[in-house]
């Protein structure tokens, strides 16, 4: 049994936290935001986001940061991505060296265009910091539906504790050392989501959103293996696997605001109606930077983004995609 406080008490911590405690361990989760305790504490039986579900007794709600951080085997970061930096940096104090925090959420800060794990080992240079990402929808993992995902960390000793602590007989847990990879592949299937929702919102079919999966996976590898991924991640877990599930899903918020703006709506009347953080659109604006940062070409991810920020028709976007140059399917491959 292990000691283990999730710090952000959104969809995915409170699943992480249920399968964690009904596992055997010792949980506590903690918010910063007062009312999402209370909610928590009154509504352990019937949770809005999690249908279905129900969060133990044993689990334990503070408000009290210290509290969460002290005398903790492991610390699993699920905040949503915009405050990973904020929650790192009040959190600092309390972190012991060496301490292993994993962390679950998945976008890329804007500005900095760094990782989240980035952002945690900035702000908490003394931890170690490992990350968890896969094909895992919070409603699923929360109501004990088989799942797997990839573990990656920097020792083999890191990922394999990290690994020991979250599987079970329904939740199975591979290890890898490709931290960088994983984390690209996690943020940057979302702006891919955006557009497939897009696609199935103009009504096209499954031809159509398959090859923006296959062409959208392609471009994320390219840039993923040019800032030092590897390239089987990407066909990985945190990789196809994930991309699969969020195009494909009506858990997917970013499918959904995709759905939307297919549908003709704009990205504010869109987010509206997800009512939720999509982070998509924020990794979308990421993505471009990292992608001429980097020179690398994402056709893409510069469509989806004259869609969410230039007003751009999503159906002319998928015009202008159809009509690019020819081209060889992968610039490697080629005749003797
Ligand atoms: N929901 C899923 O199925 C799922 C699965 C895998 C990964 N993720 C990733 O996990 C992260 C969290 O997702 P979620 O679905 O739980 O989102 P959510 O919107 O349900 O929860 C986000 C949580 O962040 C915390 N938060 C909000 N404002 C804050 C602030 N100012 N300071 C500190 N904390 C604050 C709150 O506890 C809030 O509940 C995202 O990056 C998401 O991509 C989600």
């Not at 005398?71 to 012991?96: E, W």
Request: hydrophobic content about 40%; aromatic content about 6%; glycine content about 10%.
């Amino acid at each position: 049994m292990s000691k283990v406080s999730v710090l952000g008490a959104g969809t995915w911590g409170c699943a992480i936290a249920i399968l964690l405690a009904n596992s055997g361990h010792d949980v506590t989760i903690w918010t910063k935001i007062e009312a999402e305790a209370r909610m928590l504490n009154e509504n352990r039986k019937s949770m809005k986001n999690l249908p279905g579900a129900q969060m133990p007794d044993q689990v334990k709600i503070t408000l009290d940061l210290e509290d969460a951080c002290n005398d903790k085997d492991l610390l699993v970061m699920a905040v949503a991505s915009p405050y990973i930096r904020s929650t790192s940096h009040i959190a600092s104090p309390y972190i012991k060296e060496g301490q292993i925090i994993v962390n679950v959420s998945k976008g890329i800060e804007d500005g900095s265009l760094s990782t989240l794990s980035e952002v945690i080992s900035d702000e908490i240079p003394q931890a170690d910091v490992a990350v968890l990402s896969g094909p895992s929808h919070a409603e699923e993992v929360s109501r004990g539906i088989p799942t797997t995902i990839v573990v990656g960390a920097r020792t083999k000793e890191t990922a394999r504790f990290i690994q020991d602590v979250f599987m079970t007989d329904v939740f199975r847990v591979y290890t890898s050392p490709d931290i960088i990879g994983i984390e690209l592949g996690g943020s940057l299937k979302n702006v891919i989501a955006l557009a497939a929702g897009c696609v199935d919102g103009l009504g096209y079919g499954d031809n159509t959103k398959a090859a923006l999966m296959t062409r959208g996976m392609a471009e994320i590898s390219r840039l993923g293996v040019k800032m030092g991924g590897k390239i089987e991640t990407f066909s990985g877990l945190s990789g196809f696997g994930d991309l699969f599930v969020t195009c494909n899903s009506k858990h997917s918020r970013n499918w959904n605001a995709g759905y939307l703006m297919g549908q003709g709506k704009t990205m504010q009347e869109a987010m509206q109606q997800v009512g939720q953080v999509v982070e998509g659109i924020n990794s979308a604006k990421a993505a471009l930077a990292l992608a001429e940062k980097n020179d690398v070409e994402m056709p893409i991810v510069e469509q989806i983004n004259l869609v969410l920020f230039e007003g751009k028709a999503s159906k002319d976007a998928l015009y202008d995609l159809l009509g690019r140059d020819k081209r060889k399917e992968y610039k490697s491959l080629d005749w003797e």
